[in-house]
Antibody
Framework: QLQLQESGPGLVKPSETLSLTCTVS??????????WGWIRQPPGKGLEWIGSLYYSGSTYYNPSLKSRVTISADTSKNQFSLTLSSVTAADTALYYC???????????????WGQGTLVTVSS | DIVMTQSPDSLAVSLGERATINCKSS????????????LAWYQQKPGQPPKLLIYWASTRESGVPDRFSGSGSGTDFTLTISSLQAEDVAVYFCQQCYSPPFTFGGGTNVEIK
């Protein structure tokens, strides 16, 4: 059974960099040919796609965040990561990692999700 | 960006009755090459991540009860719960996967009347 688990600091200071890791178990991110993504949800609000990555390094980012976001993979640890620089209070959200439904395509919805990790931006 | 607009924001339905949620995209999400609408529906219960219910506008994900159905094409879509059960109380989101950024609707909160 595929499982995803987000990890990282729950509190980040304004102007600093948010760094999260998603550990995947039950599948190999390098051999399974899926795209993997990050989505966030401010408390009590809707969902925002941040970006997605293919194990080979191909990435798609939300243009609204592109200048601040990097998504990368560590295939040796079966993990992929999110960094978001210059954070503000507006970046406070529940951050989810997830897998796209179909192999080799990013234009499919997410079928497996982590439980999410809350990141608060505050001094 | 493709803007996804859901209606209503909130919906109260009696147990066993039909619930209908609408989703409109600012441009068509229909791929002419395969005649598929790249529109998905999710259910999110409190404290849980979203759960994929439907993709390609009308294809149920494995394990999803058949009381959930999706319809529509182009820019107008509907999620129908044919007979609302207590466990269906949740927020429902639509998402377009036609082109990045993959945008979501604002959500519809479904509760029991």
């Amino acid at each position: 059974q595929l499982q995803l688990q987000e990890s990282g600091p729950g509190l980040v200071k304004p102007s600093e960099t948010l760094s999260l890791t998603c550990t995947v178990s039950g599948d190999s991110i390098s051999s399974s040919s899926y795209y993997w993504g990050w989505i966030r949800q401010p408390p009590g609000k809707g969902l925002e796609w941040i970006g997605s990555l293919y194990y080979s390094g191909s990435t798609y980012y939300n243009p609204s965040l592109k200048s601040r976001v990097t998504i990368s993979a560590d295939t040796s640890k079966n993990q992929f990561s999110l960094t978001l620089s210059s954070v503000t209070a507006a970046d406070t959200a529940l951050y989810y990692c997830a897998r796209h439904l179909r192999p080799s395509y990013s234009n499919y919805p997410f079928d497996y999700w982590g439980q999410g990790t809350l990141v608060t931006v505050s001094s | 960006d493709i803007v996804m607009t859901q209606s209503p924001d909130s919906l109260a339905v009696s147990l066993g009755e039909r619930a209908t949620i609408n989703c409109k995209s600012s441009q068509s999400v229909l791929y002419s090459s395969n005649n598929k609408n790249y529109l998905a529906w999710y259910q999110q219960k409190p404290g849980q991540p979203p759960k994929l219910l439907i993709y390609w506008a009308s294809t149920r994900e494995s394990g999803v009860p058949d009381r959930f159905s999706g319809s529509g094409s182009g820019t107008d879509f509907t999620l129908t719960i044919s007979s609302l059960q207590a466990e269906d109380v949740a927020v429902y989101f639509c998402q377009q996967c036609y082109s990045p950024p993959f945008t979501f609707g604002g959500g519809t909160n479904v509760e029991i009347k």
